[in-house]
């Protein structure tokens, strides 16, 4: 799929999408709760509905009306199954595994070649510890285990959906247990997502200290409720703002606990000058942040690596289409440099990367100077109706299938 911009600004209110990271984390806990749940707002994204097919595939019974997913999970992980299937999805990979390992049968967990080069080391060493098998293919992890509760250490340097995955087998396991993560520890904001959303079904899980987890025996209950809005997503939106555009964001809560509401507070730094931000707990950010940062003076990102492991290597490939227009990252220990965009180049295209936020990061730009994006359908990942969302509001864009 093609997008091809003319310059333009917007105008109007669009409503950010559902949370893409609460609506995993709902779906997961509703086949936790054992009992019917309803969960609203939900988008189809090709992540949500790679974790609606794990479930289905784990037993529990789920059908859609409209934008509300009913979860009737009375047969979950009581059934015979051996193939679960994750797309593209990294959260969902990492979530499903630990339940996987709860089983005591050899299950196989499959995807793209690219959510397979992203690391897995932390589950390939508590399976080594318990005598688990373990065995990763390009496309593939095949996993036996019987995972019980206990007191578990992980490493926080990586990435919270694998302590997310580990407290979701511990509330499955339904026993009095704990998880202490191992500092630095980043995206703590996503773990209290998860035990945000794990309280709503009854689950007693909980930060006892900075970097203790403890998992206690619970009566779940089933909730159903809606999604909020996607912090993470409504930053591509609200960055049109910051470079002539006059567009209303909708659907944000603003007492969220997602860790993306920074990206407010970035833009302004931003806005007023060539500021210094970490973005170590909010790496989502990256690519948006190189985009407005390269449109307006310039700025320094530190806790960049993890940029490596995501869809793309996202500060790579943001060097590689900034260099398509004159421009170009500048890479040092665990940061990032972004010049000021200037004497711009004509180009005919740009590349998506088969990675969401760079199509979006990407479009930010392009609303300025014009231009081709190839490879545009990535956006179905998380945001699939982003272009539908800004021409109604004015952008200068066509869609070619």
Request: charged share 20%; glycine share 8%; with cysteine.
């Amino acid at each position: 799929m093609k997008a091809i911009f003319s310059p333009c600004s917007l105008q109007g209110n669009i409503n950010a999408p559902p949370s893409k990271s609460m609506a995993h984390r709902y779906l997961i806990g509703a086949a936790l709760s054992g009992a019917e749940c309803a969960i609203s707002g939900i988008q189809y994204s090709e992540d949500i509905l790679a974790t609606i097919d794990c479930l289905k595939v784990l037993g529990a019974e789920i059908s859609t009306k409209n934008d509300t997913v009913i979860i009737n999970p009375e047969n979950f992980m009581k059934t015979d199954f051996q193939v679960l299937h994750c797309r593209e999805s990294g959260s969902t990979l990492r979530f499903f595994i630990p339940l996987a390992l709860c089983t005591g049968k050899e299950i196989t967990l499959q995807g793209s070649e690219r959510l397979f080069e992203r690391p897995l080391d932390i589950y390939e060493k508590l399976c080594a510890e318990n005598g688990f098998e373990f065995r990763k293919n390009a496309d593939s992890v095949t996993l036996c285990g019987n995972l019980k509760s206990g007191e578990y250490e992980i490493n926080g340097s990586i990435s919270s959906q694998f302590i997310t995955g580990l407290i979701f087998a511990l509330v499955y396991l339904n026993e009095d247990a704990s998880v202490k993560i191992i500092p630095p520890f980043e995206s703590r904001s996503y773990i209290n997502l998860t035990l945000s959303a794990l309280k709503s079904f009854g689950a007693d899980a909980e930060f006892t200290d900075e970097y203790t987890v403890s998992v206690r025996k619970s009566a779940l209950h089933p909730f159903s409720g809606s999604v909020e809005g996607d912090y993470s997503n409504a930053a591509f939106l609200d960055a049109f703002n910051y470079i002539g555009s006059d567009v209303k964001i909708g659907n944000l809560k603003a007492d969220s606990l997602q860790g993306d509401k920074v990206y407010k507070a970035f833009f302004e730094e931003i806005a007023d000058g060539t500021p210094t931000l970490d973005i170590s707990d909010c790496p989502d950010l990256g690519p948006v942040l190189i985009a407005l940062a390269s449109l307006k003076n310039g700025a320094v990102l530190t806790g960049t690596d993890r940029l490596k492991i995501k869809e793309s290597d996202r500060g790579q490939v943001m060097h590689e289409e900034l260099g398509k227009l004159g421009g170009g990252l500048i890479f040092g220990d665990n940061s990032i440099t972004v010049p000021k965009l200037e004497n711009v180049k004509n180009t005919t295209v740009l590349d998506g990367h088969n990675d969401h936020r760079i199509v979006m990061a990407i479009s930010l730009i392009l609303s300025v100077y014009g231009g081709e994006i190839d490879g545009a359908e990535a956006v179905r990942k998380s945001y699939p109706s982003f272009f539908e969302d800004i021409k109604k509001s004015g952008a200068k864009v066509t869609v070619i299938l």
